[in-house]
């Protein structure tokens, strides 16, 4: 599945910020609460909220469990 390299970058501050190991893998879950809630974390700006926003038209939370 492609993905834009700013919605890559979008991405991989989730990953920094919430983990990537298989203990701590829980990015996705705070992305799809993100997406249920339309509330992201602060520490994102405009531009990644805007991208990761964006993911939830295009690929949804099938999408998402691929990645």
Not at 26 to 43: D, M, Q, S
Not at 44 to 62: D, P, R, Y
């Amino acid at each position: 599945m492609y993905i834009e390299p700013k919605k890559r970058a979008a991405i991989a501050k989730l990953r920094i910020m919430y983990g990537t190991n298989e203990k701590k893998k829980h990015w996705k879950k705070k992305l799809r609460e993100a997406w249920k809630k339309g509330i992201y974390p602060k520490e994102l700006n405009n531009e990644e909220k805007k991208a990761l926003q964006e993911m939830k038209e295009t690929i949804g939370n099938s999408g998402l469990a691929k990645l």
